[in-house]
């Protein structure tokens, strides 16, 4: 996709999504995460072990969003709105958890 091709859209600098190395780094750092959150959900745990695991989960999806989705370098409305989202979804199934232990 070349500049001219939409005229209206500024150039996206080259080192915007960051190097090949990093990513590999966060996509490693993706993958030991989601292990760690399977085995952590393989046991019998409580309340905290459950927020343990949202909280992983919730870091995942802002790797994701921001450096995957290149939302990081976004209008900070799209930023909010989908951290907001990963905020009231991770919130909500906190939510369902601790009635279900009821």
């Not at 070349?2 to 750092?29: F, I, K, N, Q």
């Not at 927020?51 to 989960?57: D, Q, T």
């Not at 991770?90 to 958890?97: D, E, F, K, N, Q």
């Amino acid at each position: 996709m070349s500049s001219t091709e939409y005229p209206d859209l500024p150039p996206v600098a080259a080192d915007a999504h960051g190097s090949a190395r990093g990513t590999w780094l966060l996509w490693a750092g993706l993958m030991l995460a989601t292990v760690l959150t399977w085995r952590l959900g393989e046991g019998s745990g409580g309340l905290l072990l459950a927020a343990i695991v949202l909280g992983i989960a919730f870091v995942k999806g802002a790797v994701v969003a921001l450096e995957f989705m290149a939302l990081r370098h976004a209008p900070a409305l799209w930023r909010n709105l989908s951290v907001g989202w990963l905020v009231l979804v991770c919130t909500l199934v906190g939510i369902a958890y601790w009635k279900g232990l009821a």
